[in-house]
Nanobody
């Protein structure tokens, strides 16, 4: 089992920035992917970004490309999501997720991620 704990959510004015963190513990795999997904009330969960812990290769959802940056610290088993120029529609619950290994067909498909955190709320006010 992999345990994931998110932090860093909050409320900021539109145009502001927030940085989310996710610490992974337990039966982690140095080759796994960590990812961020988000869900707003009444909407389906959507992919934000993912990163390979081994090589640092990144993938982004179209809605956040150019504004959000995903990164990782292997020594701390932690991933980060730097969110800049936040829009009101970026608001929602943000979830950290982990894959079992590096063999993912689709790096932004939530079905590839069996481990999930509890989520942290992000609100960008207009």
């Amino acid at each position: 089992q992999v345990r994931l704990v998110e932090s860093g959510g909050g409320s900021v004015p539109a145009g502001g920035s927030l940085t989310l963190s996710c610490v992974a513990s337990g039966d982690t795999n140095p080759n796994q992917y960590l990812a961020w997904f988000r869900q707003a009330p009444g909407y389906e969960r959507e992919a934000v970004a993912s990163i390979s812990m081994a090589g640092g290769v990144t993938f982004y959802g179209n809605a956040v490309m150019g504004r959000f940056t995903i990164s990782r610290d292997n020594h701390r088993n932690t991933e980060y999501l730097q969110m800049d120029d936040l829009k009101p529609w970026d608001s929602g619950m943000y979830y950290c997720a982990a894959s079992r290994d590096e063999w993912l067909r689709e790096k932004l498909d939530q079905c590839e991620y069996p481990y999930w955190g509890q989520g942290t709320q992000v609100t960008a006010t207009s």
